[in-house]
Structure formats: structure tokens, C-alpha cells
């Protein structure tokens, strides 16, 4: 498998994509603030429409705290509806061992179950590799 191009790399994420799968990954790091989640969310948007992936890849092992319930909705009402006409079909989710820290996915996919439940599949992983080799079957 080739080594994934990195598309941005910013203190609190870095997004990749990886042309096998295809998918994009985007790796969160340390405490989010709203106006760093949304960018990276409309980055992840962008390159999506760019790259014509349907796929996504969200590494939470490295995250701190939780999205706030404004970011929740925003990406509930707003990011999924653009995604899903982009043709947005599944997200793998690799999380942390940590109860507690598994808060910001869950979140988020939780709502993306409760607004869109058969339109976006969505499977949770502890290791890259399994998400990324769910993803290429999906």
C-alpha cells in the first residue's frame, strides 16, 4: 500500500489521503476549538469534491475533550447535508481505549445516524489498518 498524501497539517489535525482505498483520514490532535473543527471539516469538504472520495477515515486517538453541541448541530445540519452530495458513503472511525475519550466520535456519529441512518455507513476500529481495509470493501 503507498504511503498516504498529506493534504494539511495543522497543530490540531492532519488530514491525508490515501488513492488505494480511496479515502481521506483525518488524525485530530489535542483540545478542538470551533473555528479549527469547522475549517478542518470544510478542508475534509473540499478535497472530497476535489478528489471524488466518498470515504472517510477519523482517527480520534489523540483528542482531547469534546465537540461542543453548536459544532454538533453545524455538522449535523450543515457539513453532512454538503457531504452526502458529494456522494459521502461511509466513515471508519478508529477511537481510543479510553472510555472517556471516546466522547467527539460518538458524538458525531451519533448524529449523523439520528439525521441520515441508511445513507452513510459508519463501523468503529482500534487500528488503522482494519478501518482502512473496512473502508476499501465498502
Given at each position: 500500500m503507498k504511503e498516504y498524501l498529506i493534504i494539511e497539517d495543522k497543530p490540531h489535525?492532519?488530514?491525508?489521503?490515501?488513492?488505494?482505498v480511496p479515502c481521506l483520514m483525518v488524525k485530530w490532535r489535542?483540545?478542538?476549538?470551533?473555528d479549527h473543527y469547522r475549517q478542518s471539516m470544510n478542508?475534509?469538504?473540499?478535497?472530497m469534491q476535489e478528489r471524488g472520495v466518498s470515504k472517510i477515515l477519523n482517527d480520534d486517538?489523540?483528542?482531547?475533550?469534546?465537540?461542543?453541541?453548536?459544532?454538533q448541530n453545524?455538522?449535523?445540519?450543515?457539513w453532512l447535508p454538503k457531504a452526502l452530495e458529494l456522494g459521502y458513503k461511509a466513515m471508519a472511525v478508529?477511537?481510543?481505549e479510553n472510555f472517556f475519550r471516546k466522547v467527539p466520535a460518538a458524538q458525531v456519529a451519533?448524529?449523523?445516524?439520528?439525521?441520515?441512518?441508511?445513507?452513510?455507513?459508519?463501523?468503529?476500529?482500534?487500528?488503522i489498518k482494519a478501518a482502512s481495509d473496512w473502508l476499501a470493501k465498502v
Open positions: 489535525c492532519l488530514i491525508k489521503f490515501n488513492e488505494d489535542g483540545k478542538l476549538n470551533s478542508t475534509l469538504l473540499a478535497q486517538r489523540k483528542i482531547t475533550g469534546s465537540i461542543t453541541k453548536a459544532d453545524w455538522a449535523a445540519q450543515e478508529v477511537q481510543t451519533a448524529m449523523a445516524r439520528l439525521y441520515y441512518q441508511d445513507q452513510i455507513k459508519i463501523e468503529y476500529f482500534d487500528q
